[in-house]
Structure formats: C-alpha cells, structure tokens
C-alpha cells in the first residue's frame, strides 16, 4: 500500500504564506509527477501545481507568481510554498502522486486526504 499524508494547512489573512508539504510512504519503487490540486465547495476539483521526478513544474495560471512547488525526491515528499494568499485561494488542498510500486511496471495515481487552506479578508 502506499499513503500520502498532507500537513501545514489551516487559517491565514490575505497576503499571508503557508507551506504545504506531503510525505508518500509504503511500497513505493519511484515516484513520476508530484502534484496539488485544490476544491472550493460547490467548485470542482483543479489542478494548483505539479513537479516531475526531474523537477520540472507547471502551474494554473491563477497562482503563478504567487506558489512555488517543490520536492525531495529521497524524502518523498512534494512541497506547496503559497505566497500572497487570496481569499480565493480557500478550498481543500490534495496531494497526488504517480508511483511505482515494487513488482509493478504500471504507475497508479494515488491521492492524500487533503488539508483544509483558508484565507480571510
């Protein structure tokens, strides 16, 4: 089996930073992308930020200047580095990973339970 744990969400003011992190633990052989994704109530479910095993990244256009995504790959663990939080940017942040289990040549998509982010006006 494999889990991911998310931490560091909670309540912030506008302008304010918080740092996500997400550790993947268990049967784990590699790691490919690394991501977060958030979701607002009565909103679906987006993509925030996602980091190849390589490092390279890719983010909604709403947060770029604003998050930086990160990741150590020797920890498993992905990073979420929010700056100037919004109001907006207040939902339910969810880790995924796209793992390598051992004896398995197939990546599956796991997720954590997610951490509730919320910011104030």
């Known amino acids: 089996q494999v889990q991911l744990v998310e931490s560091g969400g909670g309540l912030v003011q506008a302008g304010g930073s918080l740092r996500l992190s997400c550790a993947a633990s268990?049967?784990?052989?590699?790691?490919?992308?690394m991501g977060w994704n958030r979701q607002a109530p009565g909103k679906q479910r987006e993509l925030v930020a996602a980091?190849?095993?390589?490092?390279?990244?890719n983010y909604a256009d709403s947060v770029k200047g604003r998050f930086t995504i990160s990741r150590d790959n020797a920890k498993n663990t992905v990073y979420l580095q929010m700056n100037s939080l919004k109001p907006e940017d207040t939902a339910v942040y969810y880790c995924?990973?796209?793992?390598?289990?051992?004896?398995?040549?197939?990546?599956?998509?796991?997720w954590g339970q997610g951490t509730q982010v919320t910011v104030s006006s």
């Open positions: 268990g049967s784990i052989r590699s790691i490919n992308a």
């Open positions: 995924n990973a796209d793992v390598f289990r051992y004896y398995s040549n197939k990546a599956q998509l796991y």
């Open positions: 980091i190849t095993s390589g490092g390279s990244t």
